[in-house]
């Protein structure tokens, strides 16, 4: 098992920038992934950055350029900085950690972001 831990999020007004952090715990291999997805509402959950471990990351198109994610391995700590904030960002973030060695999915309890116009 694996317990993730989000912190940050908050109401910021466009333009603005917020830093998103998500600490793993527990069951942590070396192979794995550890991201960001957002939900808003209506809407389905979807991708926002992923780092896998070994150094490859992805970015949504709707925030390259804006959002940058980052790992700590030595804490199991991703973090997501958010620059140039858009109303269309707001949304629930929820932390996403995979295993790859027993193909397991684990997620945050999500931290909503809300972006002002």
């Known amino acids: 098992q694996v317990q993730l831990v989000e912190s940050g999020g908050g109401l910021v007004q466009a333009g603005g920038s917020l830093r998103l952090s998500c600490a793993a715990s527990?069951?942590?291999?070396?192979?794995?992934?550890m991201g960001w997805y957002r939900q808003a509402p209506g809407k389905q959950r979807e991708l926002v950055a992923i780092?896998?471990?070994?150094?490859?990351?992805n970015y949504a198109d709707s925030v390259k350029g804006r959002f940058t994610i980052s790992r700590d391995s030595a804490k199991n700590t991703v973090y997501l900085q958010m620059n140039s904030l858009k109303p269309e960002d707001t949304a629930v973030y929820y932390c996403n950690f995979h295993d790859y060695r027993y193909r397991e999915d684990y997620w945050g309890q999500g931290t909503q972001v809300t972006v002002s116009s």
């Open positions: 527990g069951r942590i291999f070396m192979i794995n992934a």
């Open positions: 780092a896998i471990s070994g150094g490859n990351i």
